[in-house]
């Protein structure tokens, strides 16, 4: 019965360090995660920032103003422009 007895005390030790080492890795995991949550709302931010700062700089009427102040850029007059028909389309 002792030899039993130590056996059952053994694998209760083994099933004790076996549930704390899997509580101690869900923790490390949940740091992990929460972690990853945080620089995902970081990077979730930076890319709003991102997008309003290109729809700025993409602006028409704000690139149009840049070509003809710093580039001395206008539009040609209408007799100088010229459509071409579509050619080769169905």
Same mark, same amino acid.
């Given at each position: 019965? *002792? #030899?039993?007895?130590?056996?059952?005390?053994?694998?209760?030790?083994?099933?004790?360090?076996?549930? %704390?080492? *899997?509580?101690?890795? *869900?923790?490390?995991?949940?740091? @992990?995660? @929460?972690?990853?949550?945080?620089?995902?709302?970081?990077?979730?931010?930076?890319?709003?920032?991102?997008?309003? @700062?290109?729809?700025?700089?993409?602006?028409?009427?704000?690139?149009?103003?840049?070509?003809?102040?710093?580039?001395?850029? %206008?539009?040609?007059?209408?007799? #100088?422009? #010229? %459509? @071409?028909?579509?050619?080769?389309?169905?």
């Amino acid at each position: 019965m *002792s #030899r039993l007895n130590v056996v059952l005390a053994l694998l209760l030790m083994a099933c004790a360090l076996a549930v %704390i080492q *899997s509580q101690q890795r *869900s923790r490390t995991y949940f740091v @992990e995660l @929460e972690r990853l949550k945080k620089q995902a709302h970081v990077l979730d931010e930076q890319w709003g920032q991102l997008q309003l @700062e290109q729809s700025t700089w993409a602006n028409p009427a704000r690139v149009e103003t840049l070509a003809r102040t710093r580039l001395g850029l %206008i539009a040609p007059p209408n007799d #100088r422009v #010229r %459509i @071409e028909p579509l050619t080769g389309a169905p």
